[in-house]
């Protein structure tokens, strides 16, 4: 099966209802996206399916076909930081860290969407779970990735 991921084609030798998680991870060892629940719950396998955050952990590689993937892995560009990483390090975000990748996969996906969003627009994106509760600094760096990433356009 040929795919596109983070910008490339690839070629995987995958069962059609093989979830697109386990694809990355035990095929292509892009290790950035994590397993949490299996169940789509928590988020932290969230990976982007054409700009769309979806829950790997539960969409079949099949579905994948003809659409890009985008990981973790392709959120820096040539070693800079996306604004958002650079916010997740200023606010202090990462606790214990599980959940992070997949956090920042939605807050990308949010913000691509929606360049200026209201705390409202936030708490209703970032249905991630953080067993950590960095909620409140997720929030403060979307708000200052938003900042970052409006000043750097103009």
Known sequence: MQLTVNGKTVEVDAEPDMPILWMLRDLLNLTGTKFGCGIAACGACTVQLDGQPVRSCVVPVSVAEGKSITTIEALAKEGVPH????????????QCGYCQSGMLMAASALLEANPNPSDADI?????NICRCGSYQRVRAAIHRAALAMTVSAA
């Not at 604004?83 to 990462?94: N, Y």
């Open 83 to 94: 604004p958002l990483q650079a916010a997740w390090i200023a606010e202090q975000v990462p």
């Open 123 to 127: 708490d209703s994106a970032m249905t």
